[in-house]
């Protein structure tokens, strides 16, 4: 026991501290509890007198006296019950402490039980004339000495074992230790007894003639040094304990014993004899009368005690009552539903609000199993809360799904706690239950449309941003990558201002001030730059929303648009100019057939006259001039008279090739590039011809210092993906014929002006600006397209798409095209100038499975390059404007990325691009346009190679 008791046995198994006052402080056990000045006062007194007494009676020593053997029988049964008492209650502060040292004491008393019984048992006289068991003359003599420095023996041991906290304890059970130390005693003694009966004649006499012998001198002079070091070393091992105290007085008595009964006296039965067996039986005596008396007072202490708990116990029911009532109205009053349960689940407390939530009433939900409210499939989940609970453990806002009466299901949420016992067990579980179902619908149907709304804002193609009251970036869509070129974070943060166009400024700061106003859904045009420099004009709708303070856009590129605008009006214009110029020439050819026809006339009439008939042939030569003018209008206006027929272009490419050389001069080289297995084309000859004759006469003007002529023909597919970028052709196949040059190029910002009638950009008199407008007209008249690509500097290639002619048997080019389309996963960079083609081609990789990284010059490719180190192909345009082209963009990267594979694209030909010098040969090359198989296929040999 402690001083201080706390005990348990509050409202709810809450501890309750009740104060027990120990006016001595001694409530602790005797083994460990330290001595006080009255212990150590009270022992010296005690050896004090037992001394003097021990003086008084040393001089009469071997005074003979009465022999009395019933002394010897009583005052050994005296010493055997005082010993077993003494370690019966030293081995039940040994069962609490477990310590050696008490065990090693405890059985040492043991011990001096047993030996007393036995020497009892051997003295003769008492029970048979010679003693029992066999017992000689020198039984009884060895016997005592065995029992007197046995227990000395013991005592040393505790000394040796103990401290201040009492010692090293036992690892094993206290049951087992104790048996152990029962049976080990006795095993000792019985051990002893058999030596000293049986093996009574090996020993030497201790007692001759009832007198001591010079053996039993030496020995019990060992037996009484045995005692005083036990008493020494209990005096030196400190700090001491009120056991050690008594145990000093004790061996002090001890020694009084040996000295008056083994030493002093002289034989058996005389004055010291006596006195001896009384200090023996006053020693067994000390710690039992300190042990008794100190149990005594444990007693009354524990009456008083006993006695103010159930005062404290009537206090405490009345205040539990007055909770318990508070409590349960606590619990009644509940929104949320309140239930108790046992360990085994069964249902032992039903509030109100578990009755409205659930529907069972309390009568029919308590001793009911709580699977009354478990959905099926859920009942593993009671098993495993009932498992967390009994380990003690708390489960708080854990959220499930229970049933009402009806079947329905609950969603709740809920909070468990044990509940614990007075004595500290846990009894059963407190489960709390709150319905959130509603809440749940609602968070289900919020989080649908927040999904959508994100859903909506992740692939939206339309631009949408949302900016704070002061105009600061807050969400941007993803699709700004593909609008401005910028990712989202590098606009979150920053303000609108700086990304509008400055001359769209105040016109959006208007509109804003507006939306503030209540004008919702405010429509407006503003121009933001791209990330590559160029402006896009975004058509805006914008409103604000005051509870959110936030500006709300949707921004719709109008880039395509304004390009179909600019490619319709362009096509009325040239419609229109078509219109007026072939009825500007069809008139003019009437005019021209009378002025033909008359000047033949004029000219037979003048013929005598050469003055006259100079004139007339000036006047022919003009009117020639003028029906080759009418015939160029005609084409442009694709109403010239054409006599179409299945032609073999690779021959008709020849033949035109033989009429260059003598006009284009010895300084421009005709290179020939023809397909082996070209298709028919169905066309007039001889205005191809005349086309072709154009064409090679302007480039020959863009070479004055000469230069390459390239004639080239294939055989191409234009797909899907290319008509829709060019309105005015129907995807199919077509024979394309090329005519590509070395010379100066045509300026970007005149390339959409070529094809306009009388647009030239050469000297007066050198050219009408007719001959490219004839060839716009006679291929669309005969159903074809053309495309001219041209970059400054570098050259012109002008491809003419003519159809092909039908009625023939599948090409390999054609079973090319049927063959099934293999993608990929790899990352491709596409470096392209013309953003336009660029997102076409960017949607053609990525439609074919490819990861795709764009970039619109070779600056920002290379930054691509070296922020991507997972990218497995440059496809570059080969000419870009720029400090650096196609070809040396491949070069850079191949420097930085050795790995890196390369495909180049161009609207030039290969055989153009080879020829030119650009590439190596061997190099690959994509030319412009290509279909979508051709894409799939170049990509896949690029990537392989």
């Known amino acids: 026991m402690l001083p201080r008791e706390c005990l348990t046995g509050g409202v709810n198994g809450g501890p309750q501290e009740v104060n027990v006052l120990a006016p001595n402080d001694r409530s602790a056990f005797l083994s460990t509890l330290p001595a006080?000045?009255?212990?150590?006062?009270?022992?010296?007194?005690?050896?004090?007198?037992?001394?003097?007494?021990?003086?008084?009676?040393?001089?009469?020593?071997?005074?003979?006296?009465?022999?009395?053997?019933?002394?010897?029988?009583?005052?050994?049964?005296?010493?055997?019950?005082s010993d077993i008492v003494t370690a019966v209650l030293l081995l039940s502060q040994f069962a609490v402490l477990r310590t050696r040292a008490l065990l090693m004491l405890s059985t040492g008393y043991l011990f001096t039980a047993a030996a007393a019984i036995a020497h009892a048992l051997t003295f003769p006289e008492l029970f048979a004339p010679t003693g029992l068991l066999g017992a000689g003359p020198q039984t009884t003599a060895w016997l005592y000495m065995i029992w007197h420095g046995g227990f000395p023996l013991f005592v040393l041991a505790y000394a040796g074992l103990k401290d201040a906290g009492g010692g090293v304890k036992i690892r094993g059970t206290v049951?087992?230790?104790?048996?152990?130390?029962?049976?080990?005693?006795?095993?000792?003694?019985?051990?002893?007894?058999?030596?000293?009966?049986?093996?009574?004649?090996?020993?030497?006499?201790?007692?001759?003639?009832?007198?001591?012998?010079?053996?039993?001198?030496?020995?019990?002079?060992?037996?009484?040094?045995?005692?005083?070091?036990?008493?020494?070393?209990?005096?030196?091992?400190?700090?001491h304990s009120v056991i050690d105290v008594w145990l000093m007085v004790v061996?002090?008595?001890?020694?009084?014993?040996?000295?008056?009964?083994?030493?002093?006296?002289?034989?058996?039965?005389?004055?010291g004899f006596y006195a001896g067996r009384v200090y023996g039986l006053l020693a067994a005596s000390f710690v039992l009368a300190v042990l008794l008396m100190e149990n005594v007072r444990l007693q009354a202490q524990t009456i008083d005690l006993l006695g103010m708990l159930r005062r404290q116990s009537a206090s405490e029911r009345d205040r539990f009552g007055e909770r318990e009532r508070l409590f349960s109205a606590v619990v009644e009053s509940s929104n949320d539903a309140i239930i108790t349960k046992a360990l085994d689940g069964t249902i032992t407390a039903w509030n109100r609000a578990a009755e409205r939530l659930f529907g069972f009433s309390a009568a029919e939900a308590v001793g009911q199993p709580i699977d009354?409210?478990?959905?099926?499939?859920?009942?593993?989940?009671?098993?495993?809360?009932?498992?967390?609970?009994?380990?003690?453990?708390?489960?708080?806002?854990?959220e499930t799904v229970r049933v009402n009466k009806s079947g329905q299901p609950l969603d709740v949420v809920l909070s468990l706690f044990p509940l614990w016992s007075s004595d500290g067990k846990i009894i059963g579980a407190s489960k709390i239950a709150r319905d959130i179902t509603e809440r749940k619908r609602t968070q289900a149907a919020l989080n649908r449309e927040v999904e959508e709304r994100q859903r909506i804002f992740e692939t939206s193609q339309d631009l949408i941003l949302v900016t704070d009251g002061y105009g600061n970036f807050v969400q941007v869509s993803p699709s700004v990558r593909d609008i401005l070129g910028f990712r989202p974070e590098d606009m979150i943060g920053h303000n609108a201002t700086e990304f509008i166009h400055p001359d769209d400024l105040e016109r959006t700061r208007e509109e804003m001030r507006a939306a503030r106003r209540g004008l919702t859904k405010r429509s407006f045009e503003a121009r933001y730059p791209h990330r590559d420099g160029h402006d896009v004009t975004l058509n805006w709708m914008g409103t604000w929303s005051e509870p959110v303070k936030r500006h709300f856009f949707i921004g719709r590129d109008l880039t395509e648009?304004?390009?179909?605008?600019?490619?319709?009006?362009?096509?009325?214009?040239?419609?229109?100019?078509?219109?007026?110029?072939?009825?500007?020439?069809?008139?003019?050819?009437?005019?021209?057939?009378?002025?033909t026809g008359t000047i033949g006339i004029l000219s037979e009439a003048v013929a005598d006259r050469p003055d006259l008939a100079a004139i007339t042939r000036l006047i022919d030569d003009a009117a020639e001039r003028g029906a080759q003018l009418t015939r160029h209008l005609l084409a442009f206006a694709r109403k010239q008279p054409l006599q179409p027929r299945e032609?073999?272009?690779?021959?008709?490419?020849?033949?035109?090739?033989?009429?260059?050389?003598?006009?284009?001069?010895?300084?421009?080289?005709?290179?020939?590039?023809?397909?082996?297995?070209?298709?028919?084309?169905?066309?007039?000859?001889?205005?191809?011809?005349?086309?072709?004759?154009?064409?090679?006469?302007?480039?020959?003007?863009?070479?004055?210092?000469?230069?390459?002529?390239?004639?080239?023909?294939?055989?191409?597919?234009?797909?899907?993906?290319?008509?829709?970028?060019?309105?005015d052709i129907i995807a199919g196949n077509y024979v394309m014929i090329a005519v590509s040059d070395t010379g100066t190029g045509i300026p970007a910002e005149l390339i959409e002006r070529v094809f306009d009638p009388f647009f030239t950009t050469k000297e007066v008199g050198k050219g009408t600006g007719l001959g490219l407008s004839m060839v716009f007209g006679f291929v669309k008249q005969t159903g074809g397209h053309v495309k001219i690509y041209s970059e400054e500097g570098h050259g012109t290639s002008v491809k003419i798409y003519l159809p092909r002619s039908t009625g023939v048997q599948e090409t390999a080019l054609e079973a090319m095209r049927n063959v099934p389309i293999e993608g990929g996963d790899e990352k491709i960079l596409i470096v392209e100038d013309d953003a336009l083609v660029r997102q076409y081609v960017v949607t053609q990789i990525r439609s074919l499975g490819y990861n795709a990284l764009e970039a619109a010059n070779a600056a920002e490719a290379l930054t691509l390059i070296d922020g991507n180190a997972d990218i497995d192909l440059l496809f570059t345009d080969v000419i870009m404007p720029g400090a650096m082209n196609g070809r040396q963009l491949a070069d850079e990267a191949a420097r930085r990325r050795p790995a890196l594979k390369t495909l180049f694209t161009s609207g030039y030909t290969e055989n153009a691009i080879v020829h030119h010098g650009r590439l190596d040969s061997g190099v690959l090359l994509l030319a412009k346009p290509y279909?979508?198989?051709?894409?799939?296929?170049?990509?896949?040999t690029a990537l392989a190679s």
């Open 36 to 81: 006080a000045r009255s212990d150590r006062t009270a022992a010296l007194a005690i050896v004090g007198v037992s001394s003097i007494l021990f003086a008084l009676a040393v001089p009469f020593a071997r005074v003979p006296l009465a022999r009395i053997p019933a002394f010897v029988a009583s005052y050994q049964s005296a010493l055997a019950v």
């Open 175 to 239: 049951r087992r230790a104790i048996l152990c130390s029962i049976l080990g005693s006795a095993v000792a003694v019985i051990a002893f007894v058999w030596i000293v009966t049986a093996k009574h004649d090996l020993l030497p006499d201790l007692l001759r003639n009832g007198h001591f012998t010079p053996t039993q001198i030496g020995v019990i002079s060992f037996v009484w040094s045995l005692s005083a070091a036990a008493l020494v070393t209990l005096w030196f091992r400190r700090p």
């Open 251 to 271: 061996m002090s008595a001890w020694l009084f014993d040996i000295a008056l009964s083994g030493i002093l006296n002289g034989a058996r039965f005389d004055l």
């Open 372 to 398: 009354i409210i478990m959905p099926e499939g859920r009942r593993e989940e009671t098993e495993e809360i009932l498992a967390r609970t009994r380990n003690g453990e708390v489960i708080e806002q854990h």
């Open 561 to 595: 648009k304004q390009a179909a605008e600019a490619q319709f009006r362009q096509a009325q214009k040239m419609d229109a100019v078509g219109q007026l110029t072939g009825g500007v020439a069809h008139d003019f050819n009437n005019v021209l057939t009378v002025i």
């Open 647 to 727: 032609v073999d272009p690779n021959a008709l490419v020849v033949e035109a090739a033989k009429l260059l050389h003598p006009t284009l001069g010895e300084q421009i080289t005709i290179t020939p590039q023809l397909t082996e297995d070209a298709w028919p084309a169905l066309v007039d000859p001889s205005q191809l011809t005349t086309a072709i004759l154009n064409l090679a006469l302007n480039a020959r003007d863009a070479m004055p210092d000469g230069g390459t002529l390239v004639l080239e023909t294939r055989n191409v597919f234009l797909d899907e993906g290319y008509a829709s970028m060019n309105p």
């Open 931 to 940: 279909r979508k198989s051709e894409l799939a296929r170049m990509l896949r």
